[in-house]
């Protein structure tokens, strides 16, 4: 298992790395943590001429409330400093929980968060509980800079909007008067295993009432995909456990999951069951015990 | 860091790092990867190389304190850093007290593993000296042990703890 040969670029400012990915247009790819594109590379899923490590730029690695913005991850932020960020802890446990649930330590000190995102599988652990929450993207390019909706970002199957010369920047968790969410991966293991299913979901209770409920459901659909039939069900509603198993099964209807090696489209579809009723009922617990 | 042409008019480039307490400057390819500079420029042949896809964990290692699995790690991306493998956790003579508890505890059967879940245990005790045996667990849950020697080791280290 060789890693097959490329050219490799260091750059310092995002200005450079641009300019080399445009010079290279697809066949370059940007080197974060590594952690998807070496094992790729590796097993011939991928050859490209050119690699632009973001090593030697700076910025990008904190996680930050900004006033008016709400919390600002950069895009090579850890799994790792997620887990252990207080700001996150504080303001989206949520987060911080899904990035425990991904790989190993070892894997969650390398990866990154932009990597987890572009690499757009559909059974990566991040995108589901960032959906949830509204998260947006912000990608630079040669010619300045745009942001994304990250629920828009994500097209298909290892597929994305972003542009050949662009790098994810930063992502961003608006503000929002969500508090309570939750994000429950299914893995045939503990740690080191891809979900077999993954559903977050984030409500914004008053009292019993569901103000507004996003739920996001991961690895049963070529994308994350919204549950928004279940959505409907409970939004504007008083919260009953009846409501709850109702939402539940019918994002088991919504859901457009395969069977493969991990797990049958049955099994994906009832393990969507229980977990969307798991993680609605942690989420509206969470926001009803803070009140 | 500097990139020159050998020739055969391939990249090489000279980078300087930190290993086990040395500073190396040495002269690597784009795709050498972090694993192989250590064990075949190095001679560390005390990392091991084993899924080489970042699944179990034999070839951990420390990057600037904190446990990464070499064979992902390009050697170009290991410039002006400071790496720890299992030949630099020992003080000289003296063996670490996590080496120690993994011969009292009897933590070893075929070895293969046993590098990378002392550089496993040896992060998470520089960063949490007392941790609970999930938190063990959890460290060192990309570390596979096909002896399944599990239960020793996960003694070895909350020992190692204690002590
Ligand atoms: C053993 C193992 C277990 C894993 N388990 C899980 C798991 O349980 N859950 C999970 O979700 N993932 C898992 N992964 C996948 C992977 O670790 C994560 O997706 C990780 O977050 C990828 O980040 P990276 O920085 O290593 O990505 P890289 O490999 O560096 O990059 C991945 C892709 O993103 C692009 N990219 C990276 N950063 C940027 C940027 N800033 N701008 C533009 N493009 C960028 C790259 O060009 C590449 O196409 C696992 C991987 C391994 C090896």
Do not use: W
Not at chain 1, 106 to 130: C, E, F, K, Y
Request: proline share 4%.
């Amino acid at each position: 298992m060789h890693l097959p040969d490329f050219n490799y670029y260091q750059p310092e400012t995002l200005q450079e790395a641009c300019e080399i990915l445009g010079r290279y247009g697809a066949k370059a790819k940007v080197l974060a943590g590594g952690t998807d594109l070496l094992p790729k590379m590796k097993q011939d899923v991928l050859a490209p001429e050119a690699l632009v490590s973001l090593k030697m730029v700076s910025g990008m690695s904190d996680i930050e409330k900004v006033p008016g913005r709400g919390v600002v991850i950069g895009a090579k932020t850890s799994p790792n400093d997620l887990v252990n960020s207080s700001v996150l802890h504080e303001n989206f446990m949520s987060v911080s929980e899904a990035a425990h649930s991904m790989a190993n330590n070892q894997v969650r000190n390398m990866g990154t968060i932009a990597g987890n995102i572009v690499n757009a599988i559909p059974s990566a652990d991040l995108p589901p509980i960032l959906i949830a929450l509204s998260a947006t993207v912000t990608l630079v390019g040669p010619v300045g800079s745009r942001t994304l909706v990250l629920e828009d970002f994500i097209t298909g199957v290892s597929r994305t909007a972003i542009a050949p010369d662009e790098i994810m920047e930063e992502v961003v968790i608006p503000e929002q008067s969500t508090t309570g969410s939750a994000y429950f991966k299914f893995g045939l293991r503990h740690s080191g295993a891809l979900a077999v299913v993954g559903v977050a979901a984030a409500v914004t209770m008053q009292g019993s009432l569901v103000r507004d409920v996003r739920i996001v459901l991961g690895a049963v659909a070529p994308t994350p995909m919204r549950a928004k039939k279940a959505e409907e069900i409970l939004r504007g509603k008083n919260v009953t456990d009846d409501l709850i198993a109702e939402a539940g099964k019918s994002a088991a209807v919504e859901c457009k999951p395969i069977s493969d090696i991990r797990a049958s489209e049955e099994y994906r579809r009832d393990m969507v069951r229980v977990f969307t009723k798991r993680a609605l009922r942690k989420a509206i617990y969470l926001e009803q015990s803070e009140s | 860091m500097q990139g020159v042409k050998d020739k055969n008019g391939v990249m090489r480039y000279v980078i300087s790092l930190i290993v086990n307490g040395d500073y190396l400057t040495v002269t690597v390819k784009g795709n050498t990867l972090l694993v192989d500079l250590l064990r075949q420029q190095l001679n560390l042949t005390g990392t091991k190389r084993g899924c080489k896809l970042g699944n179990c964990g034999s070839c951990t290692v420390l990057l600037d304190g904190k446990a990464v699995s070499s064979c992902l790690v390009l050697a170009v991306e290991a410039d002006g850093r400071e790496i720890t493998t299992i030949e630099g956790v020992a003080q000289s003579e003296k063996l670490d007290k996590l080496q120690e508890s993994f011969i009292d505890n009897a933590a070893i059967q075929c070895g293969y593993c046993t590098s990378g879940m002392i550089l496993s245990a040896k992060a998470l005790l520089t960063k949490n000296p007392h941790p609970t045996e999930t938190e063990v667990r959890t460290a060192i849950a990309g570390n596979l042990c096909r002896c399944t020697g599990y239960v020793n080791i996960v003694k070895a280290i909350l020992a190692a703890a204690e002590a």
